[in-house]
């Protein structure tokens, strides 16, 4: 059962685009939001995190969109760059457990 | 670098064979979490120890363990490994006792082959 889904699956912008990755959650329980950026042959690095008394978080490029009614946040990056093309997962947690989506590959394109 | 520190960084083994993976937390965290992350299934969470006490269960099989020991180093035992147990695995560390509101850093995993 997947508690988090995310898509699309993968993206490919141009440079100076904007990347929105949208994600869906469904138990109420989940109270934190974070966004994780994986580059190939690494782990996953804390990008951005939102809780859901908040609709936006804004962090550099990097902006979550929260839509606590219909349980949906997703991650714009504004002005993408070649460097920004990673694996991004988005994730719900709440006290004893964090759950990821899928994760989305973007690629960047110059 | 995350301060999270897993060895080893690969090991293949055959099938039915058991392994140890180790996962030393950044200085100060208290949770160690292991995940497993492989192309079809995405980031699995395993299960997580806070301070030597097992804290949460995911979708961990009954041929995994895994422990945590007083210097906060915690270890995932594989045990009759089956092909698909390949995957990369995961341990990540935080200083409180969930991941609702506290950063979660992840170490660069240990790549496991079973052939």
């Known amino acids: 059962q997947q508690q988090v889904k995310q898509s699309p699956q993968s993206l490919i912008v141009q440079k100076g685009g904007i990347s929105i990755i949208n994600c869906a959650y469904e138990?109420?329980?989940?109270?934190?939001f974070p966004w994780y950026q994986q580059f190939p042959g690494k782990g996953p690095a804390l990008l951005i995190a939102?809780?859901?008394?908040?609709s936006e978080k804004k962090e550099g490029r990097f902006t979550i969109s929260f839509n606590k009614s219909a349980k949906q946040f997703s991650l714009h990056i504004m002005d993408s760059q070649p460097g920004d093309s990673a694996t991004y997962f988005c994730?719900?947690?709440?006290?004893?457990?964090?759950?990821f989506g899928a994760g989305t590959r973007l690629t960047v394109k110059p | 670098d995350s301060g999270v520190t897993q060895t080893p960084k690969h090991l293949i083994t055959a099938t039915g064979q058991r392994v140890t993976l180790r996962c030393s937390p950044r200085?100060?965290?208290?949770?160690v979490y292991w995940y497993q992350q492989s192309l079809d299934q995405g980031l699995q969470f395993l299960i997580q120890?806070?301070?030597?006490?097992?804290?949460a269960k995911g979708n961990i099989l009954e041929r995994f363990s895994a422990q945590q020991f007083p210097d906060l180093h915690s270890e995932l035992n594989l045990s009759s490994l089956e092909l698909g147990d390949s995957a990369l695995y995961f341990c990540?560390?935080?200083?409180?006792?969930?991941?609702?509101?506290?950063?979660?850093?992840f170490g660069e995993g240990s790549w496991l082959t079973v052939v």
């Open positions: 990540a560390s935080s200083q409180g006792q969930g991941p609702s509101g506290n950063t979660i850093y």
């Open positions: 138990n109420t329980a989940f109270d934190y």
């Open positions: 939102i809780r859901p008394d908040v």
């Open positions: 994730a719900a947690s709440y006290s004893t457990g964090m759950r």
């Open positions: 200085s100060g965290d208290l949770s």
């Open positions: 120890y806070y301070n030597g006490e097992e804290r």
